[in-house]
């Protein structure tokens, strides 16, 4: 199962993505998480539906120092995980 994210609220300069990219990886998750121009952070993942409820409700709590206002969620087509490797971060330093 793949799933999209976007997570709305206080979410860049927190550490929020290495907050995701932790919970994801310990879940075993393939795909990624990146911040959005809008201020954003978008999560593509991918795994187990009963995996993927459990990244659901780490990115709705969010990281120490974070506010989470909105999550919106799509699920994507079960083609979109030939394109995920391990999860990682994308445009990180």
């Known amino acids: 199962m793949v799933?999209?994210?976007?997570v709305k609220?206080?979410?860049q300069g927190v550490g929020f993505r290495w907050f995701v990219h932790r919970e994801a990886a310990e879940l075993g998750l393939r795909g990624w998480v990146r911040n959005t121009d809008a201020g954003h952070v978008e999560v593509v993942a991918s795994g187990e539906p009963e995996l993927l409820v459990e990244l659901k409700e780490a990115l709705k709590?969010?990281?120490r120092g974070s506010r989470v206002d909105a999550l919106v969620e799509e699920e994507l087509a079960e083609s979109e995980d030939a394109k995920l490797g391990p999860?990682?971060?994308e445009g990180a330093w």
């Open 3 to 6: 799933r999209y994210y976007l």
């Open 9 to 11: 609220g206080r979410v």
């Open 61 to 63: 709590k969010g990281s």
């Open 87 to 89: 999860f990682v971060i």
